[in-house]
């Protein structure tokens, strides 16, 4: 598992790269939107631009967070993948629930971002989420139970 976890941390890099690239290009799109002749605005009502403007701004500052996202991961990397016996920053682990197991990454970022590896679909979660919360500390075969009531046990832990 320890080189699925490699796989997955590259794979999550790759994908928040592509976020960043995808954020800058729709932020110049509105940009260039925003100043062009057909954005110039009718009447006092009309905000078009203005709106483009905002929303180039708003792609601007998420393709930025992208970036400090990766930054932090890579500063992180021999950290995050070390070998873990408990979870904590770094885990990569398995949880199995009524309906099915679950795979997750614990990163400092990104929280939420799903990365698919061969068959696996590895959910990165942070220190914040609640499932996080539960989880932190704990050992391969132990059970935790969520807010909801449902319980789940930890199967694989890397």
Not at 28 to 52: F, M, P, R
Request: overall charge negative; aromatic content about 8%; proline content about 2%.
């Amino acid at each position: 598992m320890q080189n699925l976890k490699l796989r997955v941390f590259d794979a999550l890099l790759s994908d928040l790269r592509a976020e960043v690239e995808n954020s800058l290009s729709a932020s110049k799109d509105a940009a260039d939107y925003a100043t062009n002749v057909e954005a110039k605005a009718e009447s006092q009502w009309d905000t078009q631009g203005l709106e483009a403007s905002y929303l180039a701004a708003g792609q601007a500052s998420q393709a930025k967070q992208w970036a400090d996202a990766i930054e932090e991961l890579q500063s992180e990397r021999l950290e995050l993948l070390s070998a873990k016996e408990t979870i904590a920053l770094g885990a990569l682990f398995s949880c199995e629930f009524t309906d099915g197991i679950e795979y997750f990454f614990f990163a400092g970022v990104a929280g939420g971002h799903t990365i698919t590896v061969d068959e696996y679909v590895v959910t990165v979660v942070t220190p914040h989420s609640p499932l996080a919360m539960r989880l932190l500390g704990k050992k391969c075969g132990e059970i935790f139970v969520l807010p909801n009531g449902n319980e789940g046990l930890i199967r694989d832990l890397c």
